[in-house]
């Protein structure tokens, strides 16, 4: 009869391999999308989001075509088409990609099935990886659906083919880590309901939060300096224009948008816009919506202190410029905007991303030393 060491101290618990493989990840990615496609309400759902964005892409189409009909603008009406349909796919891309993996690690803990996976061969990274890129080639699905009513400004000119495939691929990055928020809400949290929530307001807080904080910011920040600048002191009788300058002291205003700009670069409607190819050299000539947020944000960044229109019409030594000079000065040129912003909010979605995925992968690795209150095993 054999006997036992009591002095011998008990074996550890074996660890859960860490290897990543891409066999791995593509057969939790395929066994996540086999049950999503087994359900018949993907189907209708997909055919809705393409009739509904459909829909809402012609009336953007029949209203803009409406709208340059009574404008002398020569803009091509594609580029507004253009703008208009990628800031509407981007919304509701947004509004459906949260959902596609805010249920995918919680859901199968709570019906049993994540143990299952937990202790076969699967590492833990390659469940984490299984699962975002399910829930990322599902959104993908969405977008592709969309890309008729994209390619659809080619048809009405001014768009180039670069342009399309840049805001194609920055969607697709965009998506992606969502998805990978959305995964790590849903391996922190016990509730499907509290990851779901917490997914969307994650959202919510690069998309609109963000924007409500720069506003806000804006009154905050804000400071008046008193400056010494010229300013005009006679006028002509004739044109109007000014025929002396003497020096005066004024107040100003510094909006501080240098230190707020990062809010702006952080949001997913900015970073579309802001890494758009444009369509014009002259940055000062604002034609498009997507044209409009990117010299807006770059403008923010470059932080322009209003000297007023009265300063721009006097020289330091006090002489007067000509109409020609002036009018060049009011004008936002190139050089008054700072350098694009869309790298940072590169930086920032990575590490977020990135961060998400490392933070789900340590909340679903086995052995676990002790769980939360509610979470089951198997």
């Given at each position: ?126 469940i ?21 009513y ?19 691929a ?79 002291t ?79 000065r ?10 694009a912003?869309?790298p940072?909010?590169f ?32």
């Amino acid at each position: 009869m054999s006997t036992v060491d009591l002095h011998e101290p008990p074996t550890a618990a074996v660890e859960q391999p860490r290897r990543l493989t891409w066999h791995g990840v593509s057969t939790v990615a395929r066994l996540e999308l086999i049950q999503r496609l087994r359900s018949s309400r993907w189907k209708i759902v997909l055919a809705l989001w393409f009739v509904g964005v459909g829909v809402i892409c012609l009336l953007i189409t029949t209203a803009t075509t409406s709208m340059t009909s009574y404008s002398s603008n020569a803009t091509p009406i594609g580029q507004w088409i253009f703008g208009m349909n990628v800031f509407f796919i981007l919304f509701m891309g947004l509004l459906v990609t949260p959902s596609l993996g805010s249920t995918a690690i919680n859901g199968d803990r709570n019906g049993g099935t994540l143990a299952i996976l937990q202790a076969s061969l699967l590492s833990s990274w390659e469940i984490i990886l299984g699962k975002w890129l399910a829930g990322w080639t599902t959104s993908l699905a969405f977008l592709i659906a969309s890309l008729p009513y994209i390619i659809w400004s080619l048809a009405a000119g001014g768009v180039s083919v670069w342009s399309v495939i840049v805001v194609v691929a920055v969607m697709m990055f965009i998506l992606a880590v969502v998805c990978a928020v959305s995964v790590f809400w849903s391996a922190k949290m016990v509730k499907t309901a509290t990851s779901t929530l917490m997914s969307y307001f994650s959202v919510a807080l690069v998309s609109l939060i963000s924007l409500l904080l720069f506003g806000l910011g804006l009154v905050v920040i804000q400071h008046d300096t008193q400056v010494r600048v010229m300013q005009p002191s006679e006028w002509s009788p004739t044109t109007g224009n000014p025929t002396a300058c003497e020096p005066v002291t004024t107040t100003r205003t510094d909006l501080g948008m240098d230190y707020l700009w990062p809010l702006l670069a952080i949001n997913p409607f900015v970073l579309v816009a802001d890494s758009t190819p444009q369509h014009s050299e002259d940055m000062a000539s604002v034609e498009t919506p997507l044209q409009a947020i990117q010299v807006g944000v770059r403008l923010a960044r470059a932080n322009p202190v209003d000297m007023g229109w009265d300063s721009e019409w006097c020289n330091e030594d006090g002489s007067v410029v000509s109409q020609a000079e002036y009018n060049k000065r009011t004008e936002t040129t190139q050089e008054d905007l700072a350098g694009a912003v869309w790298p940072y909010g590169f930086v920032f979605y990575v590490i977020a991303g990135g961060l998400a995925l490392f933070g789900a992968e340590r909340r679903i690795r086995t052995p676990v030393a002790t769980l939360a209150k509610g979470v089951r095993i198997a």
